[in-house]
């Protein structure tokens, strides 16, 4: 953190207090300087948030490098100065609609009818959701009622203290360069809270209509008269989930799911869990003892804004009785799904996805992309039929959503369930094929989080400065510096090594105080009975990669 001035930073702070709307955060805020609290103020005051591709995602709090009223109103109207040099899509000079949404954290509601009077006050016509929804009902309505942008207030599933700032664009799409560095720059331009209108009233708050749209549009995935008698167990994971779900299971004729009632209902504060990311440990521990109760065919769990998807299954070798699929496991059967059912259209996803995507859709003759990482570059791959990422995002009707969506994405796994159940198998049975059909393709991440985001600059520097030449007892046959692009990519900072039966990836997280490493080995099968060899083989392998990863990272 760089020094700051005392009269400076105390200068600061006190405009920010002079402008903040917010009584909250103006009463922290004066605490703060009642106290003389020079570091806390120094970390709010020593730079801002960053708006990028993801947006803005942070700490809720006073100041610029925290989320607040006064941080999102400037966004706002860098997003509307943005969109207004844009011109109007139509022609025909009527004003852009901006569709706003919220989930149920801290603020969120707050923000959001910040940024439609945002909007409102800059000449632009808003409509706010009528009360917190899934992100992919945000996306849907901008594709849907015709909007020139789309924001979703959301921290996805970061920690209670977090709230976040999502961008879309009129094509349903997350922004990317350089609409995040233009609009990144109007911001910049706001001198002050009182050059920004925001009137008290004008804009829309839309009616349950479009939420009964994306109901109507969820038919389109699933095919008809498929069978439709798999039993779930769900959990919303204390997000807003819940009521879109359920519609949507009961709406296609599947049983009801039975629910995790500590988590079904929203709660900004996510009493259950230590991170609200049903990937992160204990966080399903809830879901598996229900499903033990129940004994359903499997479990659903989405993130709190409901935009991704974890599946679970009876599996008597984990020590809860089931077993989480692993994003790029439920990735494989939905493409695989998709194959049986005669999906045409490009098959994409992103470099650090497992690469078996590629190989079912090369045995199905169906195009296939890879992407950088994250559904903003997904989407936009050009005739997309179904796209996904490892981190449980699922893209399974573009036409619909144009991103991940945990809800039609629980829809297409039940009843592809649903199809196995009636033959008498199950998913695992299903992914034994696919391994013996393609090679047994097992992922695993190496995943550091950090509180000095230092430690993740020297480990990238590191790697590129003595990069390794083996991994695992595997030779390095390719080492590639991703910011420098490839001939599919554009430039990134990451890192690809590609070596004789595995790939490593290593990038630092885009949301979260994280270096990320990506690792996945490739072992042959030639039959069923090979199986636990293979797999036990493909377990030594990634152990030895992680260990190997980790000490030529540093880390």
Known sequence: MPDVNDDDLLA?????????????????????LDAGNHAELAARFSGTLQFGTAGLRGELGAGPMRMNRSVVIRAAAGLAAYLKKQGTPHGDGTAGLVVVGYDARHKSEDFARDTAAVMTGAGLRAAVLPRPLPTPVLAFAIRHLGAVAGVEVTASHNPPRDNGYKVYL????????????????????????????????????LTDDVLDAYLTRTDAVLAENSPRTARTVYTAMHGVGKDTLLAAFARAGFPRPTLVTEQ???????????????????????AFA????????????????????????????????????????????LATHLVTRGARGT????????????RIAAKANVPHVETLTGFKWIARVENIRYGYEEALGYCVDPEGVRDKDGIT??????????????????????????????????????????????????????LREQPPTSLAGLPVTKAEDLTRGTDTLPPTDGLRYTLDGARVIVRPSGTEPKLKCYLEVV??????????????????????????????AGI
Do not use: Y
């Open 12 to 32: 600061r702070a006190k405009a920010w207090l002079a402008e903040d709307p917010d009584a909250d955060t103006r009463a922290e805020l004066a605490r703060l």
């Open 264 to 286: 079904a209902d929203p709660d900004p504060d996510f009493p259950t869990v230590a991170f609200p990311n049903p990937e992160e440990p204990g966080a399903m521990d809830l």
């Open 290 to 333: 229900k499903a033990r109760e129940t004994n359903p065919d499997l479990i659903v769990a989405n993130d709190p804004d409901a935009d991704r998807l974890a599946v679970a299954v009876p599996d008597p070798a984990a020590a809860a009785g089931w077993r989480m699929l692993r994003g790029d496991e439920v990735g494989a059967l």
């Open 170 to 205: 009129g094509d349903g799409s997350q922004i990317v360069p350089p609409a995040d560095a233009e609009i990144a720059a109007e911001i910049d331009a706001v001198r002050t809270l009182h050059d920004v209108p925001r009137p008290e009233s004008g804009w829309q708050t």
């Open 409 to 462: 994405a629980a829809l297409l796994i039940t009843e592809l369930a649903s199809t196995l159940k009636e033959e008498g198998r199950t998913l695992l049975d299903l992914l034994d094929d696919i391994a013996v059909t393609h090679g047994l393709h097992a992922t695993d991440q190496l995943s550091v989080r950090v509180e000095d985001l230092s430690l993740i600059a020297a480990a990238m520097r590191r």
């Open 523 to 552: 072992v042959p099968v030639a039959a069923h009975a090979g199986l636990p060899a293979a797999r036990a083989e493909a377990t030594d392998r990634l152990t030895a990669l992680k260990h190997d990863l980790s000490t030529a």
């Open 347 to 358: 098959f994409a996803e992103s470099i650090v996805s497992s690469s078996l995507l590629g």
